[in-house]
């Protein structure tokens, strides 16, 4: 089946975009293409993009009922390494951790949840 279209980018609402942005740089190693007030954007690998656009009045999610909204899976060597790490750059790790070892929910500095795990995707 041919293609209709490819993802570009993940945008997520936040309430700082230069902030959330810095973290994720940071986190992933991508390179900050667009920055402004109310938005910014990194660029990826394949062209991928994760973008940050400015809420007012935002509100994080609340995890484990975040789960069942969109969240963005990072594959890592070492997860225990990786979890170190994202929490010296301001992740958060909540009490609840479901996958048995598999994976580790985190929080972004946003509140949202995003996993890391050393399962390949």
């Known amino acids: 089946m041919a293609a ?3 993802p570009g980018a993940i945008t997520v609402s936040c309430p700082d975009p230069e902030s959330l942005a810095e973290f994720y740089a940071r986190a992933t190693g991508w390179q900050k293409i667009f920055s402004s007030d109310t938005a ?3 660029a990826g690998q394949n062209g991928m993009r994760l973008g940050f656009v400015k809420i007012d009045g935002y509100a994080p999610p ?3 009922e975040a789960a069942h909204r969109l969240h963005i ?3 890592v060597e070492d997860l225990d390494k990786a979890e170190a790490e994202l929490v010296d750059l ?3 790790k909540p009490e609840y951790q479901p996958g048995e070892g ?3 929910v985190l929080l ?3 509140g949202y949840p995003f996993c890391i795990t050393t399962m390949a995707g």
């Open 108 to 110: 972004d500095p946003a």
């Open 4 to 6: 209709i279209a490819q």
């Open 62 to 64: 609340a995890w484990p």
């Open 40 to 42: 910014a954007y990194l």
């Open 73 to 75: 899976d990072f594959s």
């Open 90 to 92: 301001g992740a958060v």
């Open 102 to 104: 598999k994976w580790t």
